[in-house]
């Protein structure tokens, strides 16, 4: 009698379980990450307006410490994390200080002390980000499908965060950052369950001009490229108006259940997220791209109307909010691919890192300080109709900035020759 091996497929359950597990930590790790920044970016601007009674400039800068963080991100990750330390500890470390530093902001006042902190704990918080995907895309078999899938979690956690600080009624109250610092501290231990990451570059050199991604600006010597850059930066500047002032904009104008009203935004990113490989393939970069600078525009032309609008209001603001997701998804996870695209494989990760030092570090910084500037110079002396700001010029002011930054891109920007990358 012949016996016949049957192979065994345990090994090949054993990795797919092990793969639905990493997913499932993942999209944990991710909903734990957006429901901290949720629980606090939109409603702080409110809290210190109305609670601490800053000075729009102040707003400004508050915002702004944000992009700071991001510029100081790059030289973290990169002199640090890359060398000497596991990622999934670096988080667990970043994430129980940052929601110790979470839980000092309430016990400061005054904008000399609160906006230092603020600065620290971003510096602490946006390094996680970076982090969070490298781990992700490490140890994902199929990052190309699977990441997104695990990613979009992120925006589920961001609802959580705002529906959450919205039933507590915490919006213009303290509670928004020891809520976040408690979920901070959650974070930091839940990091300790994802895989073991050991640094990439032990004992390597790293090079200023690596951390920065300055080794892509090769790139700009096409002039496309060049353009590409200038309007990402330029539309950054009117771009960050829409986060400094809408939380400020909604209390005045009184609206109950301001936060679970504006996670609808996060359910459009949700939306376009799955179309955007669509409308890439359809239309290619140039439409994409144009399509989502036009719906910024439309964005802040729907705010400025629903000022005086009467009964129109409510449906103007909604959608301002419902844009969002062509907004971003559109304009940035297009742009990401974009230059992904145009990079080759040596400089692609510097190209990244160029991109996203522009997007959330420089152009940030600069788009939060002129919002905030902006808030105070059209401050009324005397409320009219409930509203303390001349919101109409607030709200136009970036709309004709980014109408001008979508003229630009129309008209000096070209199509790759090569074909928009195709999307799992």
């Known amino acids: 009698m012949i016996l016949r091996t049957i192979p065994d497929s345990r090994p090949h359950l054993n990795h797919t379980a092990m793969q639905t597990q990493l997913k499932i930590k993942l999209s944990i790790f991710m909903f734990l990450q957006y429901f901290i920044w949720g629980c606090w970016y939109v409603s702080m601007g409110a809290y210190l307006a109305n609670t601490l009674k800053f000075e729009g400039a102040q707003i400004g800068l508050a915002y702004g410490a944000f992009a700071i963080g991001a510029m100081i991100s790059p030289f973290l990750v990169g002199l640090i994390a890359d060398r000497y330390f596991a990622s999934e500890k670096l988080l667990a470390v970043l994430g129980i200080l940052g929601g110790a530093m979470l839980c000092v902001l309430p016990r400061l006042n005054d904008f000399a002390s609160f906006y230092p902190a603020l600065i620290f704990y971003c510096a602490l918080y946006v390094p996680t980000l970076a982090l969070g995907n490298s781990l992700s895309l490490h140890h994902l078999e199929n990052p190309k499908t699977d990441f997104p ?39 930091g ?213 980014a109408a001008v930054v979508l003229v630009v891109f129309l008209i000096f920007f070209r199509e790759p020759l090569k074909a928009a990358p195709k999307q799992d």
């Open 189 to 401: 231990f839940f990091s300790l369950a994802l895989p073991h990451t050991p640094p990439m570059k032990t004992g390597a050199d790293v090079k200023i001009s690596e951390i920065l991604g300055l080794d892509a600006l090769a790139l700009l010597k096409k002039p496309s490229f060049a353009i590409f850059i200038l309007c990402m930066f330029l539309i950054c500047i009117p771009l960050y108006f829409y986060f400094v002032n809408l939380g400020i904009y909604l209390t005045e104008l009184k609206w109950d259940n301001m936060l679970v009203k504006t996670s609808f935004a996060q359910v459009s990113d949700v939306i376009f997220f799955l179309l955007l490989p669509l409308f890439l393939r359809r239309f290619g970069y140039k439409t994409t791209i144009f399509m989502g600078i036009a719906c910024w525009v439309a964005r802040y032309f729907a705010l400025s109307g629903s000022v005086d609008a009467g009964a129109a209001q409510t449906a103007l603001v909604f959608t301002a909010i419902l844009l969002h997701g062509a907004c971003y998804d559109f304009l940035f996870i297009a742009g990401q691919l974009y230059v992904d695209d145009e990079a080759n494989e040596r400089i692609r990760g510097a190209a990244q890192g160029f991109i996203a030092f522009i997007l959330w570090g420089v152009g940030a910084f600069v788009g939060t300080l002129l919002a905030g500037k902006v808030l105070a110079m059209h401050e009324l002396a005397t409320p009219v109709n409930g509203l303390s700001h001349d919101w109409k010029a607030i709200w136009l002011t970036p709309a004709w900035g």
């Open 149 to 187: 899938r695990v990613k979009m979690l992120s925006a589920v956690g961001w609802i959580a965060g705002l529906a959450t600080l919205n039933f507590l009624k915490g919006a213009e109250s303290p509670i928004q950052f020891y809520l976040a610092g408690g979920a901070s501290i959650v974070f």
